[in-house]
Nanobody
């Protein structure tokens, strides 16, 4: 089993930046992909960004493309989400997901929450207008 711990959330004004981190521990020697999802109050969890652990291929939701960047540090077993030009509609709890069950690299596959078997507890991001 993999334990995921998110950090870096907080309150920021519109136009500002935050950098989220997700540290993985436990059985991390097999990992196919890691992703960031978010859930706003009263809404379903939605895809933000994902990265293939083996080759670093990335995918982004259209709403964050050009503003957010996902990256990984293999040595630290950590994935990051750099968020720039934040908007009030980015306000949500951000969750990190990881999967070690099967490989998929396409954007559709990597954007589905059901394709991630391990989740962190989330970190709150609030963007004020």
């Amino acid at each position: 089993q993999v334990q995921l711990v998110e950090s870096g959330g907080g309150l920021v004004q519109a136009g500002g930046s935050l950098r989220l981190s997700c540290a993985a521990s436990g059985r991390t020697f097999i990992r196919y992909r890691m992703g960031w999802f978010r859930q706003a109050a009263g809404k379903e969890r939605e895809f933000v960004a994902a990265i293939s652990w083996s080759n670093g291929v990335t995918h982004y939701a259209g709403s964050v493309k050009g503003r957010f960047t996902i990256s990984r540090d293999n040595a630290k077993n950590t994935v990051y989400l750099q968020m720039n030009m934040l908007k009030p509609e980015d306000t949500a709890v951000y969750y990190c997901g990881s999967d070690a069950r099967y490989y998929c690299a396409g954007s559709v596959c990597m954007a589905k929450p059901g394709n991630y078997g391990d989740w962190g507890h989330g970190t709150q991001v609030t963007v004020s207008s």
